[in-house]
């Protein structure tokens, strides 16, 4: 089945600076990896995806880009805030069949004031 | 976004009882997903619920401890059973809709505490 990784497992940055997340995956079947926020004591929300047919993908200050041959997927966080402050988790799945998420272990990202 | 509901938010239970946790989707789906987040860790896998069908469990996980019901196309339930300690976790269920791209979206979790 499929394993994700992912590092660092703790990320404290600077306002205003970049925070990256890496996340590698084993199964190259899969094509579809979410990112997920999770603020204490709530649920995870979806903040931004990427299928494995683009290699790059943007939200305003959030960015996402995949290395398929390598198996690896990272989140780019630009001009962090103190309100990015959360753990963030990485996943992996086909879209289809299965479809159920494969997690990461997580990285709690510390934005300093 | 599919809208998500659980109950109970929480419970605190003896060890040795069961709790029965609910799903409720705002929409009809196909395949519901039932996680697991231990304290400070990440999200596992319990099992997948389709309607109609036997729950499809991951490994580690059996239906005897974590029986699961699937009647409709919007609700779906999770027991734990036999609770002990160990079970203390939040319960997560999500959906994906089945929409293209299966964006996954969870409901707010029980957060269960078993003395």
């Known amino acids: 089945g499929e394993n994700v990784e992912q590092h660092p497992s703790t990320l404290s940055v600077q306002e205003g600076d970049s925070a990256v997340i890496k996340c590698t995956y084993s199964d190259s079947a899969s094509n579809y990896f979410p990112w997920y926020k999770q603020e204490l004591g709530k649920r995870p929300q979806l903040i931004i995806d990427i299928r494995s047919n683009v290699g790059e993908k943007k939200d305003q200050r959030i960015a996402v880009t995949l290395n398929k041959t390598a198996k690896h997927f990272s989140l780019h966080i630009t001009e962090t805030q103190p309100e990015d402050s959360a753990v963030y988790f990485c996943?992996?799945?086909?879209?289809?069949?299965?479809?159920?998420?494969?997690f990461g272990s997580g990285t709690r990202l510390q934005v300093q004031p | 976004s599919a809208v998500i509901s659980q109950k109970p938010s929480r419970d605190i239970c003896q060890r040795g009882t069961s709790l029965t946790i609910q799903c409720q989707v705002d929409?009809?789906?196909?395949?519901m997903f039932w996680y697991r987040q231990q304290p400070g860790q990440s999200l596992t896998l319990i099992a997948t619920?389709?309607?109609?069908?036997?729950?499809?469990?991951e490994s580690g996980f059996v239906i005897d401890k974590f029986p699961i019901s699937r009647p409709n196309l919007t609700f779906s339930t999770l027991t734990v059973s036999n609770m002990s300690p160990e079970d203390s976790s939040i319960y997560l269920c999500?959906?994906?809709?089945?929409?293209?791209?299966?964006?996954?979206?969870f409901g707010p979790g029980t957060r269960l505490t078993v003395l």
């Open positions: 929409s009809q789906v196909t395949m």
């Open positions: 999500s959906t994906d809709r089945g929409l293209a791209g299966n964006e996954q979206f």
């Open positions: 619920a389709n309607q109609g069908s036997e729950a499809t469990y």
């Open positions: 996943a992996a799945t086909l879209d289809t069949g299965r479809r159920a998420l494969t």
